[in-house]
T-cell receptor, first 114, second 113 residues
Framework: AQKVTQAQTEISVVEKEDVTLDCVYETRDTTYYLFWYKQPPSGELVFLIR??????QNEISGRYSWNFQKSTSSFNFTITASQVVDSAVYFC???????????FGTGTRLQVFP | NAGVTQTPKFRILKIGQSMTLQCAQD?????MYWYRQDPGMGLKLIYYSVGAGITDKGEVPNGYNVSRSTTEDFPLRLELAAPSQTSVYFC????????????FGPGTRLTVL
């Protein structure tokens, strides 16, 4: 069975702290795709990143970075020097090669306090 | 491009009423999806479509119906609304299958009283 687990329900940090959001996935497929989405208080879902299972290179985009480790089935997301605008619910998701569906984790609510 | 649009943004229904949530995309995407998001939860797939005239059930299809007569539109029909259908509904689309990103609409917040 395929599954995405985001064990951290809620995280609170003070501005400028670094924070890592964990994502662990389960699948027996060798080809799959991992995603992160951001859902700010306004409610829309904003795409952040897509990674395929053959590309384990870490990625950095400004203050955001992603660490993909197949050995531990994890795709963690780090925000460096967090800002109040980073406050949102963050979802990790898994898409398999032979299906048309996206499997979401339950999300991690990040609150960044000034 | 407007991307994925959804109407209405908010709606209150009485138990037993019916309504249609509208979803449209202008990106010529083949794949379209309907999700529901309950408070504090992730998204659950209701129905999806891989092209005009083709639809399939997702994880939680009961109480809903869909149709896909055009590439652009993918309406979700609620028949006999129940309080358990109180949720935020998101429509999404993507061009191809697994390799592509799903892009989401702004959501419809539905309350059934």
């Amino acid at each position: 069975a395929q599954k995405v687990t985001q064990a951290q329900t809620e995280i609170s940090v003070v501005e400028k702290e670094d924070v890592t959001l964990d994502c662990v996935y389960e699948t027996r497929d060798t080809t799959y795709y991992l995603f992160w989405y951001k859902q700010p208080p306004s409610g829309e879902l904003v795409f952040l990143i897509r990674r395929n299972s053959f590309d384990e290179q870490n990625e950095i985009s400004g203050r955001y970075s992603w660490n993909f480790q197949k050995s531990t089935s994890s795709f963690n997301f780090t925000i460096t020097a967090s800002q109040v605008v980073d406050s949102a619910v963050y979802f990790c998701a898994l898409s398999l090669y032979n299906t048309d569906k996206l499997i979401f984790g339950t999300g991690t609510r990040l609150q960044v306090f000034p | 491009n407007a991307g994925v649009t959804q109407t209405p943004k908010f709606r209150i229904l009485k138990i037993g009423q019916s309504m249609t949530l509208q979803c449209a995309q202008d990106m010529n995407h083949n794949y379209m999806y309907w999700y529901r998001q309950d408070p504090g939860m992730g998204l659950k797939l209701i129905y999806y479509s891989v092209g005009a005239g083709i639809t399939d059930k997702g994880e939680v299809p009961n109480g809903y119906n869909v149709s896909r007569s055009t590439t652009e539109d993918f309406p979700l029909r609620l028949e006999l609304a129940a309080p358990s259908q109180t949720s935020v509904y998101f429509c999404a689309s993507r061009e191809r299958r697994h390799t592509d990103t799903q892009y989401f609409g702004p959501g419809t917040r539905l309350t059934v009283l």
